[in-house]
């Protein structure tokens, strides 16, 4: 495709931002609507996966985002008493392979900042409705904007207009969120991995590096605290004395690195959704992000995905010849990647945030080994690390991108 389109695109999250700066590079019109009335990052801390470190390198960004995150080489988890339930290193995959702990706001600072040509940016613009065949958007106060040769909903997990672009064969919310913020790191022990704990599946901490970010210098863990969503708003999460001790019975290291934060003030909210549609795309509309595909965080995987898509979406449109083929391509690439994690993720909640004591006692005593078989291990590792398409497949890198890993690992030894 060769003309340059109008693309109107709504959300400005991960998603939105890397689409909106691949795309305006690619020559076309585009233009950011974004309800907030100012722009910034909404989220703690998060891993990105050789796939979504892959993309940044696409962009040119890779170098910047090193610079701020935490490399991340093992993946572990254990009970309080100890035993191992998930014990996985990067470079029993690949020598190259690390993921990278990032704040939310570097990524944001990283994406918001390449998009300095052709920036149209509409904040506190909450878009209600989509002409879907002739591209206008309607936002809350009535305006109308377009048309557009393309409208792109990067809204989020909770989009409102998903189920007007393809009614989901599945839209429901988990029963479990989260509590999370950002420490210091200070004298953490396990500064390149990602740890968690776990009591049965009901009570689960993870503590994550994720460096530093645009006008902070210190060094930062992001916390997560597992909780069942109508627990979020309840007096024992209320009552610092007891959420205190709660964290502590699961692991005293980790409330060790929360005695300077604020509870429950200095602690935000994460709810989840399964989102599953058939069709990502209508006439001149299409998905992308969590508005395509939210799922559980268990497996890590979201603004890779976003991420992912994105690139895709400039491949498809580069390579076709028109709208509509060039979203059918995307459609069928993305979903390739994205179906099997929609199942792993359904799966692996229950094992992870539920009530279901007998199968997290279950996991607890064949998990690790199982991952520990021959063949095993690297099928699970490439699930974990986001290289899995389809059941047994593998998502390529690019050549240049995994040169360019080699050459960071060199520099960083």
């Given at each position: 495709m060769s003309a340059s389109l109008r693309i109107g695109i709504v959300g400005y999250g991960s998603g939105g931002q890397a689409a909106a700066l691949?795309?305006?590079?690619?020559?076309?019109?585009?233009?950011?609507?974004?309800?907030?009335?100012?722009?910034?990052?909404?989220?703690?801390?998060?891993?990105?996966?050789?796939?979504?470190?892959?993309?940044?390198?696409e962009l040119g960004l890779l170098d910047a985002a090193l610079g701020y995150g935490a490399r991340v080489r093992r993946l572990h988890g254990e009970t309080v008493a100890g035993r191992a339930v998930m014990d996985m290193r990067y470079r029993e995959l690949h020598r190259r392979y690390f993921g990278l702990g990032l704040q939310r706001g570097a990524l944001f600072a990283l994406l918001?900042?390449?998009?300095?040509?052709?920036?149209?940016?509409?904040?506190?613009?909450?878009?209600?409705?989509?002409?879907?065949?002739?591209?206008?958007?309607?936002?809350?106060?009535?305006?109308?904007?377009?048309?557009?040769?393309?409208?792109?909903?990067?809204?989020?997990?909770?989009?409102?207009?998903?189920?007007?672009?393809?009614?989901?064969a599945l839209d429901r919310p988990y029963p479990w969120g989260a509590q999370w913020c950002l420490?210091?790191?200070?004298?953490?022990?396990?500064?390149?991995?990602?740890?968690?704990?776990?009591?049965?599946?009901?009570?689960?901490?993870?503590?994550?590096?994720?460096?530093?970010?645009?006008?902070?210098?210190?060094?930062?863990l992001s916390f997560f605290w597992s909780l069942p969503v109508a627990a979020l708003d309840s007096d024992a999460v209320q009552d610092e004395g007891a959420w205190r001790t709660a964290v502590a019975a699961v692991w005293p290291q980790a409330a060790e690195r929360l005695r300077d934060t604020a509870v429950p003030q200095g602690?935000?909210?994460?709810?989840?959704?399964?989102?599953?549609?058939?069709?990502?795309?209508?006439?001149?509309?299409?998905?992308?992000?969590?508005?395509?595909?939210?799922?559980?965080?268990?497996?890590?995987?979201?603004?890779?995905?976003?991420?992912?898509?994105?690139?895709?979406?400039?491949?498809?449109?580069?390579?076709?010849?028109?709208?509509?083929?060039?979203?059918?391509?995307?459609?069928r690439q993305r979903r390739a990647h994205v179906g099997v994690y929609h199942f792993w993720s359904?799966?692996?909640?229950?094992?992870?945030?539920?009530?279901?004591?007998?199968?997290?006692?279950?996991?607890?005593?064949?998990?690790?080994?199982?991952?520990?078989?021959?063949?095993?291990?690297?099928?699970?590792?490439?699930?974990?690390?986001?290289l899995r398409s389809g059941w047994f497949g593998a998502l390529p890198l690019a050549p240049a991108f995994l040169e360019a890993l080699d050459q960071r690992s060199a520099d960083e030894g």
């Open positions: 691949l795309l305006c590079r690619d020559g076309h019109r585009v233009e950011v609507f974004e309800r907030a009335p100012v722009l910034g990052p909404v989220g703690a801390g998060f891993l990105l996966q050789p796939t979504g470190l892959s993309v940044l390198w918001d900042a390449a998009w300095d040509e052709g920036r149209q940016v509409h904040c506190g613009r909450t878009i209600v409705a989509v002409d879907h065949a002739r591209g206008i958007l309607r936002d809350d106060g009535g305006d109308e904007h377009g048309p557009y040769d393309l409208v792109i909903v990067a809204n989020g997990a909770a989009s409102l207009l998903r189920a007007d672009v393809a009614q989901p420490v210091e790191r200070g004298d953490w022990a396990w500064r390149d991995e990602l740890r968690q704990r776990y009591v049965g599946a009901r009570r689960m901490v993870g503590m994550l590096p994720v460096g530093r970010s645009p006008g902070d210098a210190s060094e930062r602690l935000a909210q994460a709810r989840y959704r399964d989102a599953v549609v058939r069709r990502w795309h209508r006439d001149r509309s299409v998905l992308l992000g969590d508005a395509a595909h939210a799922m559980s965080p268990q497996l890590g995987q979201g603004v890779n995905m976003a991420l992912l898509d994105a690139l895709a979406l400039r491949d498809a449109l580069r390579a076709a010849p028109g709208v509509p083929q060039a979203l059918a391509q995307y459609q359904r799966w692996l909640t229950p094992l992870f945030q539920s009530e279901h004591d007998r199968i997290a006692a279950l996991r607890d005593r064949v998990f690790h080994p199982l991952s520990r078989l021959p063949g095993g291990r690297g099928q699970t590792l490439r699930v974990l690390t986001g």
